[in-house]
């Protein structure tokens, strides 16, 4: 590929936070060949080339006075223009219309950047409208791999900021600069630092390499991603025993006759204990594996006779009910990807002496169809809830 890091901004009227960040960059040793990119309206590539890329501009300077700054490959070719809702470059970021169309666009580059053989991202938040550091942050989220970065630049004295600073000089004592007044300010360097702030973020790239967060736009992945960690934080399970669905956090999933019926009566016990909801942790209202022959082989048959499937006969015990349970548990994994453990069936406790159940708390669970079951099967059907 060429290069050892991607270094992507989306600078605009303040170009020199590019240089900042290369400057501090550079005082990290190893610098490896890194590839800088620039994601920018047409005014802010104005303000790039005017000032970074020009004839005498910043960039050359910086590479003339610190060699390792010529790790860091930069050219017009990488000013990238945001595309407007129209797909015609945006001067500004003025409306809705155009920030979904902004958002759209880092997404696919941060995407793009983060794929299998891509060298590791560092994303800079530094210098561009509050909006594109926020769409750029959250694209990071959503792909940024462990090896990913995302940081902002903090420049001091104060006196430095909104001026044509660019970085500290290697031989000057003073740096002479321009305030947005206009006034020229005079810095010791020996007062300047610059800081790479690396900022903390939650990498979410788990549940699109499970394939559960597809290809989209901005806010199509946000909503999806919204509603997987609503799985995570507030299982809601609903068992129709009629249907032979479990819908789990709003996914409906279709199983078998056998295992709809295990999976609702380990509900019942679940919803029925008297430990109620304060059992956390608890395996109370969990199935012993020595009851499996016996009251839940009984309770299982007679609904099975209910719902005229499948026979449970009266050898069927534990080396009958694991495999289901297990079966019943992929089939979850496969629909819910990582989002799937709070709705699985619990194994717990060493062979001989397993239990089986269900940890969501008993107030999440809901039971549709299940007949009173005491030996004869009821014949109104209702719900627990």
Known sequence: MGWERTLVFVAGASPQVITETVWALCQRRPVPRTKIFVLTTTSGRDHIERALLSRGGAWAALRREYPAAR???????????????????????????????????????????????YPPLHASIAGGRKTMGYLLGTAMMLYGRVDDRLSHVLVRPAALEGTDFFFPPRKRQLVQVVAPSGTAVEVPVKDISIDLA????????????????????????????????GQYVRPNIQIDVTQQRLICGGEAIRVSPLRIGIYAILAKRR???PAGTTCQGCSLCFLPASEIPG????????????????????????????????????????KLGSASAPYEVQIRGQKGQRLYGISASPELLTILGLPTVGGN???KEGAIV
Not at 97 to 113: E, K, M, P, Q, T
Not at 206 to 215: C, F, H, Y
């Open 377 to 379: 099967v009821a014949k």
């Open 71 to 117: 790790q860091f490959d930069f050219g017009a070719k990488q000013v990238l223009l945001l595309p407007g809702p129209n797909q015609h470059p945006l001067e500004d970021v003025r409306s809705d219309a155009d920030s979904v169309a902004a958002g759209n666009f880092i997404l696919d580059f941060v995407r793009s950047y983060t794929a299998p053989g």
């Open 295 to 334: 009251a839940f082989r009984a309770e299982l048959s007679g609904l099975m006779r209910h719902m005229k499937s499948v026979a449970v006969g009266k050898d069927w015990g534990e080396r009958n009910f694991r495999p289901e349970v297990s079966k019943l548990n992929a089939q979850l994994q496969q």
């Open 271 to 273: 919803r029925t204990h």
């Open 198 to 229: 690396e900022l903390p973020f939650p990498r979410l790239r788990l549940l699109q390499e499970t394939g559960e967060l597809p290809s989209g736009n901005f806010s199509e992945l946000v909503q999806r991603l919204q509603h997987r960690l």
